[in-house]
């Protein structure tokens, strides 16, 4: 690894609390939990079901309705991440009424990522120490060589999540533990799993009052929907990490990668993230979708969020990098 920790704003609350804070989320900093062995069944079971989707799809075809139930499971639980997990209780680009504040941490366990906690201090920590040592999942860990990168790429995509270092919850996440509601979502992400894994086929069951019905939308609605939400999300640690476009200055290697940005929900516009990371925008530049920031810019309208760190054209000249700057690449904001 190549780059320095950032020196942007640091995402790590600080413990300044007295007192003992309350007992850890579900499964806590152990090597072995409930949550990591179900973490490992979701991760193998769906990505199987990805793979056998193609010849499926291509044999028997899809119906509209598996169809439907895919993409609006995907990006209820796609935004749950980018929103919820992400933007808002990792870095606090915006602050959300207290049923908001719940909905999001649910619709994030949705995706079947892990618990709430134990997301946001891994990913706390990867901004503190991004792409150099300390950082959990850096594709640059072992060098850049092409072999390693490689082994890199793969690390960063899935391999960090089987390590046996876990990211201290206490010291990472100390806000978080705090909040009594919050912390109760994050101990019953075996409840959201299971939840997020039963209304596709329930809904196609009903919907086709057969058990076929119930059958292939929990193929399509439920394993093929979590396994490409996966590797999407994982692709922002890897593939965003080691290619991509960088007209804002990092200290790590962050890049924009477009053709990931509609399937990630404007994550995949990940220089500008980590030059500023708390900025509820990540795709600032012109013609940079951003579903999630869309959203959150609606949420404020209704008056559910607040306080929301919008770009400016001030603020992101100042994160450019030298002759990049251009005047008909301003901020969105406005619109």
Known sequence: MTAGPEAEESPIPADSSASPLPSATLGADKKRSLEQITLLLFITVPFVALLASVPLAWGWGVSWLDLGLLVVMYYIGCHGITIGFHRYFTHGAFKAKRPLRIALAVMGSMAVEGPLVRWVADHRKHHKFSDAEGDPHSPWRYGETVPALLKGLWWAHVGWMFDAEQTPQHKYAPDLIKDAAVRRVSRQFVLWTTVSLLIPPL?????????????????????????????????????????????????????????????????????????????????????????????????????????????????????????????????????
């Open 203 to 335: 809904v196609g069951g009903l919907a086709t009052w057969s058990w076929q019905g119930a059958l292939t939308a929990f193929f399509w609605g439920s394993l093929v929907r979590v396994a490409l939400l996966h590797h999407v999300t994982w692709s922002i640690n890897s593939i965003c990490h080691a290619v991509g476009k960088r007209p804002f200055k990092s200290r790590d290697r962050s890049g924009n990668v477009w053709w990931l940005a509609v399937l990630s929900c404007g994550e995949s516009w990940h220089n500008l993230h980590h030059a500023d990371p708390t900025c509820a925008r990540h795709g600032v530049l012109r013609g940079q979708l951003d579903s999630s920031a869309r959203l959150i810019r609606w949420f404020e309208k209704a008056g559910w969020v607040y306080d929301v760190r919008w770009p400016n054209a001030s603020r992101l000249d100042a994160r450019r990098k030298d002759g990049v700057a251009r005047r008909e690449e301003r901020t969105s904001q406005a619109a």
